[in-house]
């Protein structure tokens, strides 16, 4: 168990619908990141909060929503699915300057 | 923009043996740091080792280390003695900066452990 929690780990759901992906980051850990695995993009990071706060953001689409709660845990809402969406998504978190750590991932798949 | 580089996209080492695997990284930035990790098929990221850019010595972990070449901006993981349980996807990634801590990640190699 790495510290990190990610749930669901698996999702079904079909095209056009919305999900929402949890992340429990490692007690004391006040970053955390989500990253996108698929086989055509590789791993591509989406957003960064710290401390409630967003810090950084990359490739994320519109349709994807993330924020960070006062307990540090964090949500990633994904809307509108397409097909193209299916993918594993991926939490970590950090300390300020720290190591990673990353949850066993979410396998999203949208049919 | 910073970029990660991983050229093998699979390699084969018999077990017992050592292997290299590459890394090239492209930064413009002074501080930074480069970082790999394992992914088997079960889908986790574990990490395996770090190496700051302006850390003098080589990192180690166990069977683990890193080439840290930084005129070549190269960061090789070197793992001896290979394991079966070392078949997995590896992936080198860099965070650039202070003020930026994500982490960039190149498209990994698939490493292959044969009796």
């Known amino acids: 168990d790495s510290g990190v929690t990610q749930t669901p780990k698996h999702l079904i759901t079909a095209t056009g619908q919305r999900v929402t992906l949890r992340c429990s980051p490692r007690s004391g850990d006040l970053s955390v990141y989500w990253y996108q695995q698929s086989l055509d993009q590789g791993l591509q990071f989406l957003i960064q909060y710290y401390n409630g706060e967003e810090r950084a953001k990359g490739n994320i689409l519109e349709r994807f929503s993330a924020q960070q709660f006062p307990d540090l845990h964090s949500e990633l809402n994904l809307s509108s699915l397409e097909l193209g969406d299916s993918a594993l998504y991926f939490c970590a978190s950090s300390p300020y300057l720290g190591g990673y750590t990353f949850g066993s991932g979410t396998r999203l798949t949208v049919v | 923009a910073q970029k990660i580089t991983q050229t093998q996209p699979g390699m084969f080492v018999q077990e017992k043996e050592a292997v290299t695997l590459d890394c090239t990284y492209d930064t413009s930035d002074q501080s930074y740091g480069l970082f790999w990790y394992k992914q088997p098929s079960s889908g986790e990221m574990i990490f395996l080792i770090y190496q700051g850019s302006y850390d003098e010595q080589n990192a180690t972990e166990g069977r683990y280390s890193l080439n840290f070449q930084k005129a070549r901006k190269s960061a090789n993981l070197v793992i001896s003695a290979s394991q079966l349980g070392d078949s997995a996807m590896y992936f080198c990634?860099?965070?650039?900066?202070?003020?930026?801590?994500?982490?960039?990640f190149g498209t990994g190699t698939r490493l292959q452990v044969f009796p």
């Open positions: 990634a860099m965070r650039e900066g202070y003020n930026t801590d994500k982490l960039i």
